[in-house]
C-alpha cells in the first residue's frame, strides 16, 4: 500500500510538470511549480528542491521534474544509484547473505580463451597471437595469471603445401603448435595457456588466384593426471584451406597437447 500511494503521487508529480511544461504563461510554471514544491518536495532530490525553493523556476528547471533523474544497478550485497543529470553517487550498503563464490577444483579442468579463431583470411594473416588462443586450466578460474611457474612450448614447423602436376607451388602455409605448459595453481598441478599456432610462412601464387586461409580450434579440456596431481590438457587443431579458380582443398592438423609439454598427433594431413 506504501509503494502504490507513493506510486501514485509521483505519477500527479510528473502530471504536473508535464502540464506546467505546456502552459505557455509564465505565471503557469510558478504555480505548478510551486504546487509540486509544496506537495512533493521530500521526494525531490536536493539539488531540483534548492532550486524551486529559490524561487528558479525556468522552464529548464521544471522539465527536470519529467525527465529521468536517477540509474540504479544491483550486484552482491550493494546498491549504486547514480544521478543521471548531476552524476553524484550513492552506495549503500544491504543486509543479504553473502553470495558463495564458485569454489575452484584443481582436478577438473575447463577451457578458457577462443575455442575457435582465424589465422589467415584472403592469404594475409590476421591472428592476434594477444587474444586468439585457448589454455586448459582449473575449473572456475578465468585469468590464467593467477597461476604460476609457466614455461614456453612450440612445435617442430608444421608445411602444408600444394603444387600443380607441373610441379609449380601453388600454396604453402607454414606454422607451429605454441603453448605456455606446466602453469601452477597454488603450487599444484600443471595446466595449459596462451595454446594456438604461430605463423611462419604463407604462400599463394597471384597468377593463378590461389588464395590461403586458416583457422585454429581449442576443444575437450580433461585432466590427463590424478586428482592429486592434475594434467590440464586439451585439443589443438589447425585447419587450411586452399583454393584458386576451380578448385578448394581443406587439410588439418590435430594435436592432444598436455601440460607437462607432452603432445600426441592425432590426426595430420601434412604434405
Known amino acids: 500500500p506504501v509503494q502504490v500511494r507513493m506510486a501514485g503521487r509521483m505519477m ?35 539539488w531540483l528542491r534548492a532550486n524551486l525553493e529559490s524561487n528558479n523556476f525556468t522552464r529548464e528547471v521544471i522539465q527536470h521534474l519529467a525527465e529521468p ?6 550486484w552482491d550485497n550493494h546498491t549504486v544509484v547514480k544521478n543521471i543529470s548531476h552524476g553524484t553517487k550513492k552506495v549503500e550498503k544491504i543486509d543479504a547473505s553473502p553470495v558463495k563464490k564458485e569454489q575452484i577444483d584443481p ?9 575457435l579463431w582465424d ?46 602436376f607441373l610441379g609449380q607451388r601453388l600454396t604453402e ?12 595453481y597454488n603450487g599444484k598441478g600443471k595446466y595449459l595457456t596462451l ?10 601464387y597471384g597468377v593463378y588466384g590461389e588464395v590461403v586461409e586458416a583457422s585454429a580450434k581449442g576443444s575437450d579440456p580433461f585432466n590427463y593426471g590424478t586428482a ?4 590440464g590438457g586439451l585439443n589443438l587443431q ?13 587439410v588439418g592438423c590435430q594435436i592432444t597437447m598436455k601440460g607437462d609439454s607432452t603432445f600426441t598427433v592425432i590426426q595430420c594431413d601434412q604434405n
Open 12 to 46: 500527479s508529480l510528473l502530471l504536473f510538470a508535464t502540464y506546467a511544461l505546456a502552459s505557455n504563461p509564465e505565471h503557469k510554471l510558478k504555480e505548478f511549480a510551486k504546487a509540486a514544491l509544496n506537495e512533493y518536495a521530500s521526494e525531490m532530490p536536493d
Open 69 to 74: 533523474a536517477f540509474f540504479e544497478i544491483s
Open 107 to 115: 582436478a577438473v579442468i575447463w577451457q578458457i580463451g577462443k575455442a
Open 119 to 164: 589465422l589467415v583470411k584472403d592469404n594475409q594473416a590476421v591472428v592476434n597471437y594477444s587474444t586468439d588462443w585457448s589454455g586448459a586450466v582449473p575449473m572456475n578460474v578465468s585469468d590464467w595469471t593467477l597461476l604460476t611457474e609457466w614455461d614456453t612450448w612450440s612445435s617442430k614447423m608444421y608445411d602444408f603445401k600444394f603444387k600443380n
Open 173 to 184: 602455409f607454414q606454422w607451429k603448435f605454441t603453448c605456455q605448459y606446466g602453469g601452477k
Open 195 to 204: 595454446c594456438g599456432a604461430s605463423i611462419n610462412m604463407i604462400y599463394a
Open 228 to 231: 592429486d596431481d592434475p594434467i
Open 238 to 250: 589447425v585447419v587450411m584451406s586452399s583454393h584458386g579458380h576451380f578448385e578448394k582443398t581443406v
